[in-house]
């Protein structure tokens, strides 16, 4: 049921127009409380997307009543216009719930989008503003509302991706995602909306989502490009009146952001093979994922999966590239079970490495405790034909 999986929760997508394929492209979130609490982070791209700068400041008061998100234009280097379009995209979807019953400003309306950058002129804006009061009517809590919003917000993505969540005392998180290319985040990736019915305060809901980012979507990087749209959303109704373990709370938010993660990484852009690459005795976590990240943006090791070549050299020249504390003449390496490289010399025959649709980089440093993996794809011919331009 995806984010009307929690109580307190309505959502809608339908089919607008903004995109060629016909498909559907405006989707809608709705928090019907008794709770409003909001926690989101967005791209540290220093280049932002008009709804990214609206929801920013939106959001810093920890409340919001919805999220509007719309695919087919990025509304991001679209001038005044398109700061614009986002506030009256707001201020609408506020009025329509108003009449509605619901009681709603501007400011409590999260705005999101996704497609080409550039786009987000008249015809988009007019677009989004007439297919409001349709969309806002189709809203309901049912599991054909959450298909609909989750289907809505795909681009490039061959599959709507959702995932749920359930507490021991019978809350539920429930979120969907949308990404397929510019996977490479910083505080968070693509859009994701994530919903639940815990009774828990904003405070913990903030610590809780930036906990689960951390550790999900910021360690995917299939292509080393970071989007200008990146967000990721989390909204507490407090429609389930039953106590909550905080650190239960924390624990499934993080596998839930991981579930998507995954759907998000197996799904990447002409990708062949889906690739895990996991730093260990590091000094730190920090410094593990500094490593496990640089290797992840080798177009060289990259090319190298591709090609069935399990080229650890490529590898250990990557790690020479951090600032990570380790010993040059110590790294391991081992590829999907063969430790190809020991003490950053050959070891056993990389002839035995074999490869499927999974592979496992495993790089230990033999400088610490701390391990942490980052997720990537190779760099196949169908990734440069299907990016020739590039969206959100």
Not at 188 to 194: E, F, P
């Amino acid at each position: 049921m995806s984010v009307t999986a929690p109580l307190g929760f309505t959502a809608a997508g339908l089919i607008a127009g903004l995109k060629p394929s016909g498909t559907k492209d405006l989707s809608l979130v709705v928090n019907t409380g008794p709770d409003t609490a909001v926690a989101a982070v967005y791209t540290s791209n220093r280049c932002k997307a008009n709804p990214v700068l609206w929801s920013q400041k939106a959001s810093a008061n920890g409340q919001a009543r919805a999220v509007v998100l719309n695919s087919g234009g990025a509304n991001c280097y679209t001038g005044d216009f398109g700061h614009e379009t986002t506030t009256l995209t707001a201020q609408a979807t506020a009025d329509l719930l108003t009449e509605a019953g619901t009681a709603t400003q501007a400011e409590d309306i999260l705005v999101c989008s996704t497609g080409l950058i550039g786009v987000g002129g008249q015809d988009f804006r007019d677009t989004i503003i007439d297919n409001l009061p349709p969309l806002v009517a189709a809203a309901e809590d049912s599991v054909a509302g959450g298909k609909h919003a989750a289907e809505a917000i795909m681009t490039t993505d061959t599959v709507a991706k959702t995932a749920t969540r359930e507490g021991s005392s019978g809350y539920t998180i429930g979120g969907m995602a949308k990404g397929a290319g510019m996977l490479a985040p910083g505080l968070a990736t693509m859009l994701v909306v994530i919903t639940t019915d815990a009774k828990v305060d904003q405070a913990l809901l903030d610590q809780a989502l930036r906990a689960s980012t951390s550790q999900s979507f910021d360690r995917l990087d299939t292509d080393g490009c970071m989007s200008t749209n990146d967000t990721v959303i989390l909204m507490s109704s407090g429609a389930h009146d039953a106590a909550v373990d905080t650190d239960e709370f924390t624990s499934l938010l993080r596998e839930l952001c991981l579930d998507l993660m995954h759907q998000l990484h197996v799904d990447a852009e002409g990708a062949h093979h889906d690739i895990a690459i996991t730093t260990q005795g590091a000094a730190s976590e920090a410094e593990a994922v500094e490593v496990s990240r640089s290797v992840s943006r080798s177009a060289l090791f990259k090319a190298a999966i591709f090609g069935q070549d399990p080229n650890w050299g490529r590898v250990v020249a990557q790690v020479g590239t951090t600032s990570a504390t380790f010993d040059p003449t110590a790294i391991d390496v081992i590829i999907n079970g063969t430790e190809v490289c020991r003490a950053s010399g050959p070891y056993e025959d990389p002839e035995k490495v074999t490869f499927d649709r999974n592979v496992d980089v495993v790089i230990d440093l033999h400088a610490g405790d701390a391990t942490a993996t980052v997720w990537t794809s190779d760099l196949t011919h169908d990734y440069v034909e299907e990016n020739s331009a590039y969206s959100t």
